[in-house]
């Protein structure tokens, strides 16, 4: 950071270099012609908003995604067609965004697996948990190296992912949002460590949402939007003002939404005392007509499992849930009551059906014709007038949900949910892998919604989507509600201060 | 304390296998003598050598349930060859063919499940009707009581005999195969690159994939080496019965995957170990062996492994359950 950078960028020979890449999946372009440089010994910010394409990115250079075109140099020697193999072989190690670490294993098998090595390589139990040990020991982490995995919480996984990539052997190291369910002091301590190891040499492509962060480690900055890049350069060039700027070409959303008075009027709904022991603890919220409440917590802090609870999909072990005044008996067949999940593909949509078939499925009713029957002229018809309504970018609503883009998918996934007319939407990160137009779209769609009555609640893991949409935040630390708070007196960094501040020690 | 934990399915089995050794003792004094435990030990090779195979491939996350047919397969086919050339070489080389051709069939499983990218209960499911089926229409019905000279030879080939009770016990060489096998298998489990990426395919093969393992590499040899102690496990059984009989072993791929199971072995892939196998496959041919003695009909046996079976599948399905509830995750009604 305090090297001149121009002067290093001149002699060295570059660490990763990616020239020209593309990747387009099925009708999606992912990444459109991008190119990349990584100093050695430096650490490069790679920022952009959901779906802009820096996953596909670290994938490529990791060999995980192979491009459709485009190069790709390790130090100085190009790869053609990078694979796990190769790419590891050259140095790279990589923080996955889901992680990509074993659940059935321990701490110390997961740290020191190595899936390269030839088959019939005897590995040592006592050089594992010594490697795994120092491996924790670089990073000042403290996990018990015999238990598994899958029993860790999210942050504590996040560490081991985190402490993998730090073995001897590792040159370049791909972090993609390694920060997502950390504290402040667990990312202080992190970024310490990060700066320290590229003074030894290594060199980091760090992605993370949080600008701050990016800013103030980070000696080049690279920002991608929609699968290009559109600025890069020293960090010094860069504060965060300009990078949210480039990051939304400019797209700036009407914050601060005005809410509808609700003078003295019951909520719709009302949480009181909900717990679930293993997740969060006396939950007391409530939410009015035409209402947006955000929630905002780390990963991990249990904001989706209290968005599960209230819509029934979570059996929580005391407390309760009143939707107007009254105990539903299962708020999972409740039409009224609807939850948009983050993972259209596994989670939210039948890819394979068609998208009418997709809206409709919550509200049959509206597409019965005579003999109270579904009509298919019907569901046509209902489709098509959800199509127009959420703007859904398809030839016609007869093709599969699978033929649509992320962000069309996501709007289908809304219709769907708003089309039986509910009372209460929780909405899980409803713009995950979303490109930037659809993204202020669905933003306007929601609000739409709760101008119409509807009342919600946003989980969402970025501030800024918070800040645009809702009326109020609500705070989740370590299974806890610590505070609500009206958007209107918020500011970004004030309110990323208050999720970091995390609720572990 | 972990291996403790690790090991809670070792131990329960271990503890079930002697409590209800106590049991069978106490009903019946004939079980304790030295003929019928090393008699257990040695209807053990068989399923036991099955079982193995079947456990590499549940521990990267498949299934084979064509490993009896591959068996019969290869040890009728090896006979076959072996009286055909006249052949009169040492009970290793048939041993040696009949895994090899246990391999083939191994092969034929791992290309159709890796290549078609096929389930491989289905296709497992379909290459056992199809390797029997193969068998019965190409190369014999009958059952040949004229084995090689080598191979009847092996029958009686015992390691040593202790001449305690009224008559003679004698401890058969296959029972030391078997044995040398199932600590080669712990070993390359525990301490090779392979047997790691093993695991790692089984629990999460994305995963195992971005950190470079060569995943159908390691899913193939999974199937070969079940194919290959198939091959053993069929040769084996044909010289302890001293006849090549193409019916036999027919069915045993239900007793096989219930003991792999029973040893803590997870459908799901990711888990496993040599020693749970091991276990499982005496604590099923304890029983079904024993059932005579304590006065038991001998076709209760397949009650007591359908029952084992779903003991298996049942215990970490509750545990796994009690851990949902705990997290709050609501069961689908």
Redesign the interface.
Known sequence: MTSDPAAVTSTAVPAVEVRGVRKTYGTVQALVGVDLTLRPGTVHGLVGENGSGKSTLTKII?G?VTPDEGTIAFHGEPVDAV???S??QHGVR?I?QDL???????VA?NLT?????????????RVMRRQARSALDTLELDLPL???LGDLSTAERQLVAIARTVSSEARIVLMDEPTAALTHQEIARLLSTVRRLSDQGLSFVFISHKLREVVSIADDVTVIRDGAVVSSGPAADYDQDRISSLMTGGVVENTHRQRPARTGQPPVLEVSGLT????FHDIDLALHEGQILGLAGLVGSGRI?IGL?IV??????RGEVRFHGRRLTDR?ADRRLQYVPDDRVTEGLYMDWSIADNVIVNNLSDALGRGRTLAPTKVVEVGDQWRERLRIRTPSVQHPAASLSGGNQQRVLLARSLAPGPEVVVLNNPTVGVDVGSRADIHNLIRDAADHGTAILLISDEPAELLAVCDEIAFVQDGRLTDQRPCAALEEQELIDIVGQGGRT | ??WLR?GSRELLLAAVIIGLSLIFGLLNSQFFSVAHLFGIGRSMVVIGLLSLGLLLVLITGGIDVSVSATAVASMYITTVVLLEVDFHGPFLVGALLAGAVGACFGLVNAVLVTRLRLPSLIVTLGTLTLFRGGLLAFVGTQRLRELPAQMSEFSSSQLFTVTSGVRPATFHVSVLVFILVAVAAAWAL????????M??V???D?????????VT??RV?AFVLAGTLAGLAGIMSGALNRAADPYTIVGMEMDALAAVILGGA?VTG??GTVLGTVLGVALITMVGSSLVLVGIPTAWRQLFVGLFLLLGVALPALRQRRIA??????EAA
């Not at chain 2, 525990?190 to 990426?197: D, E, I, L, N, P």
């Not at chain 2, 509830?325 to 609501?330: D, H, K, L």
């Open positions: 990791a995980v694979d796990p193999r790419a590891i990589v996955f990509a670490l074993f659940p059935n294993m321990t098998e697996f190595e899936g390269e090595r030839p088959l019939l390589r005897p590995v040592s139990r015999d238990a598994r679930l022991s293993s997740s499992e609870a029934g999909l979570v059996r929580p072990d999972r | 304390m972990t690790s525990r301490s090779t690159s392979w047997g790691r990426s695991y790692a089984g629990d999460d994305e995963a195992a994939k971005r950190l470079g393992v060569a590499r390691v040899t997870a990711g888990r509830r705990a997290r709050g995750i609501v």
